[in-house]
């Protein structure tokens, strides 16, 4: 089945403790990117990566950090995480770079509570 | 940042009505898009409308553009509690921008 996983679903944990976020979808997709989700706020991209080692910045990229060594997979790192990135974070996918004309795959969500 | 703005809000309808809701956005775009969100759940494509385009359809759903106003409309026909949803607009100019979304309530 073809889809884009996130784990954890769940997480809570305290300031300053490093967590790693991973993001794998198996549809050979070029295209993936991050995204967190605040009421009120809508979604907001925090990275995304056109393809393997080529990774910029979204619009809300500060306390972040991604990588993207495989093209299946595109973690997304809190080195030291803050109250203010408690929130319900998304990883999506598309067939390619030239996302505006295809349909973005979503992972379920992963959300995480920093205490 | 934040692109599209739907309206309304909040929605709630009987089974069976009709539900129209409204994405408002600033600049030119390419194409827009239109998701749905079920609670607890990721984001799932609806359509795409590009912007030569007036008006697409997909089963029960019925999306208009209006490039000169900067303005589109997702209508979902014959609801059903299934439908129980948020729904969002991206817009796409040289990225893909959400916005707030509509959280539409079915009641049977």
């Known amino acids: 089945e073809a889809q884009v996983t996130q784990n954890p679903r769940y997480l809570i944990t305290v300031t300053g403790k490093k967590l790693t976020v991973t993001c794998s979808q198996n549809m050979n997709h070029e295209y993936m990117s991050w995204y967190r989700q605040d009421p009120g706020l809508g979604l907001r991209q925090i990275y995304y990566?056109?393809?393997?080692?080529?990774?910029d910045k979204g619009d809300v990229p500060e306390g972040y950090k991604v990588s993207r060594k495989e093209k299946r997979n595109f973690p997304l790192i809190l080195e030291s995480p803050s109250p203010n990135q408690t929130s319900l974070y998304f990883c999506a996918s598309s067939l390619s770079s030239g996302i505006g004309n295809q349909p973005q795959h979503f992972g379920d969500g992963t959300r995480l509570s920093i205490l | 940042s934040q692109q599209g703005e739907e309206d309304p809000q909040a929605l709630s309808i009987q089974e069976g009505e009709n539900a129209t809701m409204n994405c408002s956005y600033k600049?030119?775009?390419?194409?827009l898009q239109w998701y749905r969100q079920n609670s607890g759940r990721g984001l799932v494509h609806l359509i795409l409308?590009?912007?030569?385009?007036r008006e697409k359809h997909s089963g029960r759903l019925r999306v208009t553009l209006d490039t000169s106003k900067k303005s589109s409309s997702l209508l979902i026909t014959a609801s059903r509690a299934a439908d129980t949803a948020s729904y969002f607009c991206a817009t796409y100019d040289y990225k893909l921008s959400f916005g707030a979304g509509t959280t539409v309530t079915v009641r049977a």
């Open positions: 600049t030119s775009i390419n194409n």
């Open positions: 409308i590009r912007s030569n385009e």
């Open positions: 990566s056109m393809n393997v080692e080529v990774t």
